[in-house]
């Protein structure tokens, strides 16, 4: 396609499981980026990728995230033993090198009950 | 620690006058800064930018204004349209990053018709 795309849209999981959030970004783009996006705030940073290594991955929260790339495209954001405060909406952005507008896809909500 | 700042949550304007959305920050290395539109249930989609090196950039009915020594910018949109009801986020990054962004917690805009 022609965008950023995240699947689910929608991820509604219990305290305790594993999620993962699947990023497709543009193609070509070798920056990928994860944000994280709770009610009433602006994104916020998780962690960015430039081709199949995470270049910084400073704004995870805690080791229960973790999130690969690897072939350089793809991304998959991991959650570990989720707890309610997980719930947000995840957003995944993607530019192309030297490239600063980045886009971003429609974001995955993850909800855990 | 937030540092970009958007202290209106919301503003109403009326269509045809000028909407004016404000944007404060603290960090005197981002030399670079964006403004993005989120829709409901939609990613953020890239609006207008601007270089510290600059002090207004405009595209069409768009217009930022940067001032460095108060460290405040200002998206300025005229004539207001119904369509641009949004929520906007002010966003900003130095390029001796990784060049994640840091964003503001966003304004509402509302345009009335």
């Known amino acids: 396609g022609a965008g950023v795309s995240q699947t689910p849209s929608n991820k509604v999981t219990e305290k305790g499981k594993y999620v993962e959030l699947r990023c497709d970004p543009i193609?070509?783009?070798?920056?990928l980026y994860w944000y994280r996006q709770s009610l009433g705030q602006g994104p916020e940073f998780l962690i960015y990728?430039?081709?199949?290594?995470?270049?910084?991955d400073s704004g995870l929260p805690n080791d229960r995230f973790f999130a690969v790339r690897p072939e350089g495209s793809v991304s998959t954001l991991k959650i570990q033993r989720t707890e309610r405060g997980d719930s947000a909406v995840y957003l995944c952005a993607s530019s192309a090198q030297g490239n600063t507008e980045a886009f971003f896809g429609q974001g995955t909500r993850l909800t855990v009950v | 620690d937030q540092q970009v700042k958007q202290n209106s949550p919301s503003l109403s304007v009326q269509e045809g006058r000028i909407s004016i959305l404000n944007c404060d920050y603290t960090?005197?290395?981002?030399?670079?800064f964006l403004w993005y539109k989120k829709y409901p249930a939609e990613g953020p989609t890239f609006l207008i930018s601007?270089?510290?090196?600059?002090d207004k950039n405009e595209d069409g009915r768009f217009t930022v204004f940067l001032n460095k020594s108060a460290k405040h910018l200002s998206l300025h949109i005229v004539p207001s349209q119904p369509g641009d009801s949004a929520v906007y986020f002010c966003?900003?990054?130095?390029?001796?990053?990784?060049?994640?962004?840091?964003f503001g917690t966003g304004t509402r805009l509302t345009v009335i018709p």
């Open positions: 601007i270089s510290s090196i600059k």
């Open positions: 990728f430039q081709g199949t290594g995470a270049a910084d």
């Open positions: 193609s070509g783009h070798t920056a």
């Open positions: 966003a900003a990054y130095y390029q001796t990053g990784a060049n994640n962004l840091f």
């Open positions: 960090n005197s290395m981002f030399d670079y």
